[in-house]
T-cell receptor, first 114, second 113 residues
């Protein structure tokens, strides 16, 4: 069984400051990793994904994440946040190959303070 | 190109009733997955349909069932509704039974009273 842990339920950060949202996963097999964003009353939008290759993955809206196999982590970062980044962010994992179910973390609410 | 569409957007049901939620996948996609997102939680996988068959199932009781039609659209049925079934139900579509990039709909907000 796989699991995802997002230790921070809420992260407040001032506008234009950098942010890191933490994600750790547990799996006995190779994995694919994802970050999704959810704005209020909306579905989920894919920010970025790691399937293979370079461990530094760049996504939309200036976000990036680094896959660290030894630390079983996939932290999301942005060097300078905007008010519009206020949303909930979900880390997710599935078996490599992508044929198994996707398991989501409990989410981190990013609040950008003007 | 329409993305993933779900209907209805909101509904209210009484305990013990049955409900059907509908999902049309993104154009070109043939795989539909359903998730339940309770308030303040991450999405929980219910099941996935591919080639009109339920291919995978999460830890949900048999009260939750589904169907996929030849045009790849899908339905989620929940029988004997409980208060705890109140949640946002999300549909995600992808291609080829693979979960490398799923596109989500806006969800259906179900309230059971």
């Amino acid at each position: 069984a796989q699991s995802v842990t997002q230790l921070d339920s809420q992260v407040p950060v001032f506008e234009e400051a950098p942010v890191e949202l933490r994600c750790n996963y547990s799996s006995s097999v190779s994995v694919y990793l994802f970050w999704y964003v959810q704005y209020p009353n909306q579905g989920l939008q894919l920010l970025l994904k790691y399937l293979s290759g370079s461990t530094l993955v760049k996504g939309i809206n200036g976000f990036e994440a680094e896959f660290n196999k030894s630390q079983t982590s996939f932290h999301l970062r942005k060097p300078s946040v905007h008010i519009s980044d206020t949303a909930e962010y979900f880390c997710a994992v599935t078996n490599s190959g992508g044929y198994q179910k996707v398991t989501f973390g409990t989410g981190t609410k990013l609040q950008v303070i003007p | 190109d329409a993305g993933v569409t779900q209907s209805p957007t909101h509904l209210i049901k009484t305990r013990g009733q049955q409900v059907t939620l509908r999902c049309s996948p993104k154009s070109g996609h043939d795989t539909v997955s359903w998730y339940q997102q309770a308030l303040g939680q991450g999405p929980q996988f219910i099941f996935q349909y591919y080639e009109e068959e339920e291919r995978q199932r999460g830890n949900f009781p048999d009260r939750f069932s589904g169907h996929q039609y030849p045009n790849y659209s899908s339905e989620l049925n929940v029988n004997a509704l409980l208060l705890g079934d109140s949640a946002l139900y999300l549909c995600a579509s992808s291609w080829g039974g693979i979960n490398t990039e799923a596109f989500f709909g806006q969800g259906t907000r179900l309230t059971v009273v």
